[in-house]
């Protein structure tokens, strides 16, 4: 069965520097998300992707963070200038074309970024 | 309460028992999905119900939907030791580009 692929499994990173996070999503699949978990705790929306622009994003997703899908199978989530409260796991997810609403999502299984 | 809250936040049954949880959620939807997501690793569907719809159900999984009380259920029957997870309902709002999750329940099966 075809899989979100996320890379790397673990990335950890002095505060100020830049990271980013890489998403195979499903091949058929157009429309794209990161959510993202502090540990045990709610899963936050960070943004959708959908025809090469942003459809929808939270207030978490601020000027230091930016997607880009720069080849038609990547998708990545850059965070220009990591801050402490940045570690969490971040997953990538992705859906087919929503008819009535959102398909479901398959999800990656996450990278678990660490900010010291 | 925010969009998406599950009740109770912890649960701990033997298995065989049936487990039950809720979701409350405060805006028009247009579905609503229930994931379930083992530790550290990612959240995996596992059914989704529509606004018109009040009851689905697949294998020992049995969903409700109450759009007048803005609340739904996941019911799972006979529950095994390979339950033990999070589990969390997801809102798919009538006017967004997302899924918004819950917070979750932790659900402990215990052989």
């Known amino acids: 069965e075809p899989e979100v692929t996320q890379t790397p499994s673990h990335q950890v990173t002095q505060m100020g520097q830049e990271v980013i996070l890489r998403c195979v999503p499903i091949?058929?699949?157009?429309?794209f998300y990161w959510y993202r978990q502090i540990l045990g705790q709610k899963v936050e929306f960070l943004v959708s992707?959908?025809?090469?622009?942003?459809?929808?994003k939270s207030e978490i997703f601020d000027d230091q963070f930016s997607v880009e899908r720069p080849d038609g199978s990547n998708f990545t989530l850059k965070i220009r200038s990591t801050k402490l409260e940045d570690s969490a796991m971040y997953f990538c997810?992705?859906?087919?074309?929503?008819?009535?609403?959102?398909?479901?999502?398959?999800f990656g299984n996450g990278t678990r970024l660490t900010v010291t | 309460s925010q969009q998406g809250e599950e009740d109770p936040q912890a649960l701990s049954i033997q298995e065989g028992e049936n487990a039950t949880m809720n979701c409350s959620y405060k805006?028009?939807?247009?579905?609503l999905q229930w994931y379930r997501q083992n530790s550290g690793r990612g959240l995996v569907h596992l059914i989704l119900?529509?606004?018109?719809?009040r009851e689905k159900h697949s294998g020992r999984l049995r969903v409700t939907l109450d759009t007048s009380k803005k609340s739904s259920s996941l019911l799972i029957t006979a529950s095994r030791a390979a339950d033990t997870a999070s589990y969390f309902c997801?809102?798919?709002?009538?006017?967004?580009?997302?899924?918004?999750f819950g917070g979750g329940t932790r659900v402990l099966v215990k052989p």
């Open positions: 997810a992705s859906s087919e074309k929503r008819g009535s609403g959102i398909s479901p999502l398959h």
């Open positions: 091949s058929n699949h157009l429309y």
């Open positions: 992707f959908y025809n090469n622009e942003i459809s929808e």
């Open positions: 805006t028009s939807i247009n579905n």
């Open positions: 119900i529509r606004s018109n719809e």
């Open positions: 997801a809102t798919d709002e009538a006017a967004g580009n997302k899924l918004t």
